[in-house]
C-alpha cells in the first residue's frame, strides 16, 4: 500500500493541489500497479475533500474504487460521514496502538478507548465502508505494554476488520525488532491480516520492511521517494526492487515506472531528491573510476541485479580526473565517435585536467572538448568570437557582441534588465541573419562551490526548449535540452553555456543555418499567407 497522498504530503513544506494528486493517484494505480493507494486525512481541509472526491470519481469510473483509502479517527460518525461524502469505500481507522498514546495523549483509560473505536468500526460497516485500523505506535506499544496490544487486537479480530497496520510510528526498530515483534504479532493471531508501516529514522525502513516480510506480515508500506514526516517512510523503489531481488515474494509493481513517478513527485512540490538516492537517483547508474567502466567492457563485471534499463535509466560513465580511457572509449561509443589514439589521448588529459578544478564533464560536452583538442576549423561550428557587458548604477546593463560562423561575423549591441538580458539581446540581433532562432531560456541555474572564495569556478547550468518552428527546427518544437558553462567569472560561464546552445541549436537541427533574409523566413513560417510590405 503507498501512502504518498497522505503520509508522504506530512513531509516539510510539502502539499499537492487536488490536479496534481489525481495525477499521481493515476499514475499510482494505473501505471505502476500499485496494489492500494491511501490518498488523503479526513476534516483536514476543503481542498482535502476536492481531491478525495476526484479521485473516487476516477476510481470508480475505472472500477478500482476498492484500493483507495483514506484515514480517519475514531470519532463515532464524523471521518465515516466524511469518506462516504467524498465517494470512499475504504476507512483506514486511526487506534492508539500504545498505552502510554492512550492514556497521555487522549486521556483516556484502555476500555474507553476500544469503546469508541468499535463505536466508530460498527459505524462505518453500516455504511458499508470496508475498514482497516491504523496501531499508531505499535512499535513502542509491543514492547512496553503487550496486554494494551493483545486486547485492543483481540477486540479488531472479534469485529473482523480486514488489515490491521503495525505502524513504527517513531521509526524506531531495527530489522531485529521487527523479526521479533511482527513474528510475535503473526503467531499470536495468525488469523488477522496484519501489515506493516515503516518510518526511516534510523535509515533501517528498507531493511525493517523485508524483515516484517519475512516474520509474516502479508503487506507493507510505502511512499514515493521516502516522502513522509521527519526522515520519511519506506520508499516505494527501493522496497521494491528489495522485495524482487531478496525474497521469494513477487509484487505488481512495473518497475520500469519508478523513474518516471519519482521524478514526478519531486516536481510537483519541489522536492528534490537526492541524486545518490537508491534505485531513483540521478547518479546511481554512474561509473566514475576508470576500472568500472574496463570492467564493464570486458564483460559487464560490475553490474549487479539493479540494471538501469529495469527501472527505465541508463548506465553513465562520468569523466572526471578518476576517467580512463574505458570511460572515455564507452562515452565516445555512445555517441558514435571514433578518436584516433593521439586524439583520444590528448582529450582524455584534458578531462582530467578539468577533474582537477572539480569539473566533471558530460557526454554533451564531449564534441565540444574534441574540437577544441584536435583544433580542426571545419568542427568549429558557431563561435562568440568577442562580448562585452557595461553595467553601472544608475544606467541600463549594455552588451555588445560578435559571432561568428564559417567566415560570417555579425555583431550587435543591446541593453537589458541585467547583464546577462542585455547580452541575450545582443545575441538575438546578431544571430538573425546567420538565420538562427535562440530557444526559449526554461531554467537557470549557478552552483559555486562551499568555502566561499572569490575565484572559485562558477558552475552555470541553463535550460533551453526549443519553441520557433521554422522549415528547419520544426521537427525539433517542443525539445529541452540543458548546456552548461564554467569560469571563474558567473557572466562568462553562462556566456559558454550559451554558446554552446548555438552549436547544440545547429548540430540538432541537421541542416545549414537558414541564410534567407527574416521577411522571407517569417513568410514561410506563416506558410506564406503574411502581406508583403
Not at 499470536?188 to 506480515?217: K, M, Q, R, S
Not at 561509443?333 to 564533464?361: F, M, N, S, T
Not at 562568440?384 to 550587435?412: C, F, H, M, N, T
Request: net charge neutral.
Amino acid at each position: 500500500m503507498d501512502t504518498t497522498l497522505r503520509d508522504g504530503e506530512q513531509t516539510a513544506n510539502v502539499s499537492y493541489t487536488p490536479t496534481e494528486k489525481l495525477q499521481l493517484a493515476r499514475m499510482l494505480v494505473a501505471e505502476l500497479e500499485v496494489d492500494r493507494i491511501e490518498v488523503a486525512s479526513t476534516r483536514v481541509s476543503a481542498g482535502e475533500m476536492e481531491s478525495a472526491r476526484a479521485i473516487t470519481k476516477w476510481a470508480k469510473s475505472a472500477r478500482v474504487i476498492q484500493r483507495i483509502e483514506m484515514l480517519g479517527y475514531s470519532d463515532g460518525r464524523k471521518s465515516v460521514d466524511w469518506i462516504a461524502e467524498a465517494g470512499g469505500k475504504v476507512l483506514n481507522l486511526l487506534t492508539k496502538g500504545s498505552e502510554r498514546h492512550c492514556l497521555q495523549q487522549l486521556g483516556q483509560e484502555p476500555a474507553e478507548h476500544r469503546a469508541r473505536v468499535a463505536e466508530t468500526i460498527r459505524y462505518a460497516r453500516r455504511k458499508r465502508l470496508t475498514v482497516n485500523v491504523y496501531l499508531e505506535d505499535w512499535s513502542n506499544g509491543v514492547r512496553d505494554s503487550f496486554d494494551y496490544v493483545f486486547a485492543m487486537v483481540q477486540q479488531l479480530r472479534e469485529l473482523r476488520v480486514a488489515r490491521v497496520y503495525l505502524a513504527d510510528t517513531l521509526g524506531v526498530l531495527s530489522p531485529e525488532d521487527v523479526t521479533r515483534f511482527v513474528g510475535l504479532m503473526t503467531a499470536t493471531f495468525p488469523a488477522v491480516d496484519f501489515e506493516y508501516h515503516g518510518h526511516n529514522d534510523y535509515g533501517l525502513a528498507t531493511a525493517n520492511c523485508l524483515a516484517a516480510i519475512a516474520a509474516g506480515a502479508r503487506g507493507v508500506h510505502t511512499s514515493v521517494n521516502g516522502m513522509g514526516e521527519r526522515a520519511g517512510n519506506a520508499s516505494l523503489a527501493e522496497v521494491v526492487a528489495a522485495i524482487h531481488d531478496h525474497t521469494d515474494c513477487r509484487t505488481s509493481v512495473r518497475e520500469e515506472r519508478l523513474s518516471s513517478i519519482s521524478q514526478l513527485v519531486a516536481t510537483f512540490p519541489g522536492k528534490e531528491i537526492s541524486a545518490n538516492t537508491p534505485i531513483v537517483g540521478r547518479d546511481v547508474y554512474t561509473q566514475t573510476a576508470g576500472i568500472h567502466a574496463d570492467g564493464d567492457a570486458k564483460g559487464d563485471l560490475y553490474a549487479t541485479r539493479l540494471a538501469p534499463g529495469r527501472f527505465g535509466g541508463a548506465r553513465r560513465y562520468a569523466l572526471g580526473k578518476l576517467s580512463g580511457k574505458a570511460s572515455l572509449d564507452q562515452n565516445l561509443a555512445q555517441l558514435g565517435i571514433v578518436l584516433p589514439e593521439d586524439d583520444r589521448d590528448q582529450v582524455l588529459q584534458r578531462i582530467v585536467e578539468l577533474g582537477d578544478r572539480k569539473h566533471v564533464v558530460t557526454p554533451d560536452d564531449l564534441p565540444y572538448l574534441i574540437a577544441d583538442v584536435q583544433k580542426t576549423p571545419e568542427d568549429q561550428l558557431v563561435k562568440i568570437e568577442s562580448w562585452r557587458v557595461d553595467v553601472a548604477s544608475g544606467e541600463a546593463p549594455r552588451a555588445e557582441i560578435a559571432v561568428a560562423y564559417k567566415g560570417q561575423l555579425e555583431k550587435a549591441d543591446a541593453t537589458g534588465d541585467g547583464g546577462y538580458d542585455a547580452f541575450m539581446n545582443a545575441l538575438k540581433k546578431a544571430v538573425r541573419p546567420l538565420g538562427l532562432e535562440i530557444p526559449a531560456l526554461t531554467d537557470y541555474r549557478v552552483r559555486i562551490p562551499p568555502g566561499g572564495r572569490t575565484g572559485a569556478l562558477v558552475e552555470t547550468t541553463i535550460t533551453w526548449k526549443i519553441e520557433a518552428p521554422s522549415p528547419a527546427s520544426r521537427r525539433l518544437v517542443g525539445e529541452s535540452f540543458t548546456t552548461l558553462g564554467v569560469d571563474s567569472d558567473q557572466l562568462a560561464a553562462a556566456v559558454i553555456a550559451t554558446e554552446k546552445m548555438l552549436n547544440a541549436i545547429v548540430s540538432r537541427r541537421g541542416s545549414e543555418p537558414d541564410r534567407r533574409p527574416a521577411r522571407e523566413r517569417r513568410r514561410a513560417e506563416d506558410g506564406g499567407t503574411r502581406a508583403s510590405g
